[in-house]
């Protein structure tokens, strides 16, 4: 059984910065987390950012330029740096991962438990 382990949600300040983290657990060969959605309440699941390729990124608009992406292939740990919050990125952080090392059209099987991020003075 596969569990996305994810850290770093909290509550922070408009203009403030937090990092999360995913790492899968349990049965892990050939799992790999590929991405970051988040839902706000009463909205959609969205895509916020995801690694396309061995050497591309894909993000959101409305997270371009504050938003980063990153893997540790060691630790099989992805991150998402998030700089400059504002309100509107208050949500719960979803990881996903895949049998695959970057996403395809859609999303893979596996859902991280969910990380509560709230922006907000």
């Known amino acids: 059984q596969v569990q996305l382990v994810e850290s770093g949600g909290g509550l922070v300040q408009p203009g403030g910065s937090l990092t999360l983290s995913c790492t899968p657990s349990?049965?892990?060969?050939?799992?790999?987390?590929v991405g970051w959605h988040r839902q706000a309440p009463g909205k959609q699941r969205e895509l916020v950012a995801s690694?396309?390729?061995?050497?591309?990124?894909d993000y959101a608009d409305s997270v371009k330029g504050r938003f980063t992406i990153s893997k540790n292939n060691a630790k099989n740990t992805v991150y998402l740096q998030m700089n400059s919050l504002e309100p509107e990125d208050t949500a719960v952080y979803y990881c996903?991962?895949?049998?695959?090392?970057?996403?395809?059209?859609?999303?893979?099987?596996?859902w991280g438990q969910g990380t509560q991020v709230t922006v907000s003075s």
């Open positions: 996903n991962a895949a049998t695959s090392p970057w996403a395809g059209a859609v999303p893979g099987p596996w």
């Open positions: 349990g049965s892990t060969f050939s799992i790999y987390p």
């Open positions: 690694f396309t390729s061995a050497y591309s990124t």
